[in-house]
C-alpha cells in the first residue's frame, strides 16, 4: 500500500519566506520550536528589551529627553558617527550590495540573501527559496514584493516595514541625515545601552541602541504604526568588521514578537557600484488585497 506526501504550507510574515512541511517534517518542527523558544527566552534574559514583545515603545518616547535639550545624547550620536569614520565620510558611500546566509528558525536549509541599496531611498532584498526568488523593493515612496510569477504593490505598514531596512543599513547617518524631524534621547533601566529615538511623520520610529563602551550600534528596533496597532523589528548586531574604510556588523540577529526568527552572517560588502534604476523596478505591477 502507498502514499501520497501531502504538505502544509507556512507563510512567515518576519522574514518574508514561505514553507512547505510533511506531516513529519511539521513533527520536527515543533520539536524544533520548543527548542528554539527555550533558546529565545535565554536571549531575552541576556539581552531584556531586545527580545521583549511587550514593551511599550509609546511610554519609553514620552520619556526620552528631545535631542535639542540632552547634551548626552548628542555626545552619542557625535561619538557614534565618528566611530563609524565621521559624517562627510559616511556620505560617501552612495551605493552598496550585501549578501548574507541566514540560518532561518523555520527551514532547515539555510538561505542566501542580497540586500542592493542606493543611499536615496531605493532597496532592494533577495532570498533564494524553495519556490525561487522573493524580491521585495522599495523606490523612494513605492514598493513591490515579487515571486516569479507575480509582483505585489507594498501599501502601508508592509512598505514601512521593508523602509525600516533600508534605513537600518544607512545607520547611522539616518540619525544625522535630517530625515528624521524628531529625535529623542533615553536609557533603559539595568540595560547597557544608549537609546536615540527618531521618528518620522509617517508612523515610523527608528531606535538604535549605542554601546558607550565602544560607541558602536548593537541594536535597532523598528516601530511601525498602522491604524491603532503596532508592529516592532528587532535587528541585534555583533562581529562588526572593517571593509574597506566602512564598518559593518557581521552578524544580524532577527527577532519579533519575542521570538529569534533567523541569524545571518555577511559573506561580503561591494561598495559604491552602479546601481540603475532598472535595477529597483518591479517587472509586473500588481495590487495588494
Same mark, same amino acid.
Given at each position: ?105 523555520? @527551514?532547515? $536549509?539555510?538561505?542566501? &540573501?542580497?540586500?542592493?541599496? +542606493?543611499? %536615496?531611498?531605493? /532597496? ?52 544625522? @541625515?535630517? $530625515?528624521?524631524?524628531? &529625535?529623542?534621547?533615553?536609557? +533603559?533601566? %539595568?540595560?547597557? /545601552? ?96
Amino acid at each position: 500500500m502507498s502514499h501520497d506526501k501531502k504538505c502544509l504550507r507556512f507563510y512567515n510574515h518576519s522574514t518574508g519566506l514561505w514553507f512547505k512541511l510533511s506531516a513529519a517534517g511539521l513533527v520536527s518542527s515543533l520539536i524544533l520550536l520548543i527548542l528554539l523558544t527555550s533558546s529565545a527566552i535565554a536571549e531575552q534574559k541576556f539581552h531584556g528589551h531586545m527580545a521583549d514583545a511587550k514593551l511599550n515603545y509609546d511610554s519609553l518616547w514620552n520619556a526620552a529627553v528631545p535631542l535639542e535639550e540632552s547634551k548626552m545624547g548628542k555626545v552619542m550620536i557625535d561619538h557614534c558617527v565618528m566611530t563609524y569614520g565621521g559624517k562627510e565620510h559616511l556620505e560617501k558611500l552612495k551605493s552598496a550590495r550585501f549578501t548574507w546566509t541566514m540560518k532561518s528558525m523555520m @527551514s532547515p $536549509e539555510d538561505i542566501a &540573501i542580497t540586500k542592493t541599496v +542606493r543611499f %536615496d531611498r531605493h /532597496y532592494k532584498i533577495e532570498r533564494e527559496v524553495m519556490d525561487g526568488l522573493e524580491t521585495r523593493i522599495i523606490a523612494d515612496d513605492e514598493g513591490w514584493f515579487q515571486t516569479p510569477d507575480t509582483t505585489i504593490e507594498l501599501y502601508g505598514g508592509r512598505y514601512k516595514s521593508e523602509l525600516f531596512s533600508y534605513y537600518v543599513l544607512s545607520l547611522p547617518l539616518a540619525a544625522v @541625515s535630517g $530625515e528624521f524631524p524628531e &529625535i529623542r534621547y533615553g536609557q +533603559r533601566k %539595568d540595560e547597557p /545601552y544608549h537609546y536615540i529615538y527618531m521618528m518620522k511623520p509617517d508612523s515610523l520610529m527608528l531606535v538604535i541602541g549605542i554601546d558607550p563602551a565602544d560607541y558602536l550600534i548593537y541594536t535597532a528596533e523598528g516601530v511601525i504604526y498602522e491604524d491603532s496597532s503596532s508592529f516592532v523589528f528587532i535587528n541585534n548586531f555583533g562581529h562588526h568588521k572593517q571593509y574597506g574604510t566602512y564598518i559593518f556588523p557581521g552578524s544580524l540577529t532577527n527577532i519579533s514578537m519575542g521570538l529569534i526568527v533567523g541569524r545571518s552572517t555577511l559573506n561580503n560588502v561591494e561598495m559604491n557600484i552602479d546601481l540603475k534604476d532598472s535595477e529597483f523596478t518591479p517587472i509586473v505591477v500588481g495590487s495588494m488585497d
